[in-house]
């Protein structure tokens, strides 16, 4: 892709930028604002207003169930109307599997569905 710039941030993608707690588990981790381990987080609308000035914006995001604060900050302020394509991987606010649900849970992706319906970009799932 010709003239495709990437930007990558040490920084935990949050809804404002300074520190953020966060619990790591073994292959995922959690903001959690209570967490033992801070670590610095940016605001994704700086991110993304930065990015568009420079073209297209497309975003990939697994946010280990953040989508849930992330995505209604983005939607809200509407930056997400600056966003050509957003990835989200989904998590089950249940169970906090990402694209499914681990086994025996019972919770549903209504909430993800509707805030899905709700963003004004381009959007479609991914699992890896």
């Keep these: 892709m010709n003239g495709c710039k990437v930007t990558v941030e040490k920084k935990v993608v949050w809804t404002y930028s300074g520190v ?9 981790g959690r903001v959690d604002e209570k967490g033992h381990v801070r670590f610095p987080c940016v605001d994704i609308l700086s991110l993304v207003n930065r990015a568009a ?7 990939k995001m697994d946010a280990e169930g ?3 604060e992330i995505l209604p900050h983005l939607r809200d302020n509407r930056t997400d109307r ?6 989200v991987e989904p998590h089950c606010r249940s169970c906090g ?3 499914g649900h681990r086994e025996g849970c019972q919770g549903t992706y209504n909430e993800y569905e509707e805030l899905e319906a709700s963003m004004r970009c381009e959007m479609h799932r991914w699992n890896r």
């Design 53 to 59: 000035g420079n073209g297209e914006v497309i975003v």
């Design 97 to 99: 599997n990402g694209g």
């Design 82 to 87: 600056l966003l050509r394509l957003l990835w």
């Design 66 to 68: 953040a989508e849930y």
């Design 20 to 28: 953020i707690g966060f619990n790591i588990a073994a292959t995922s």
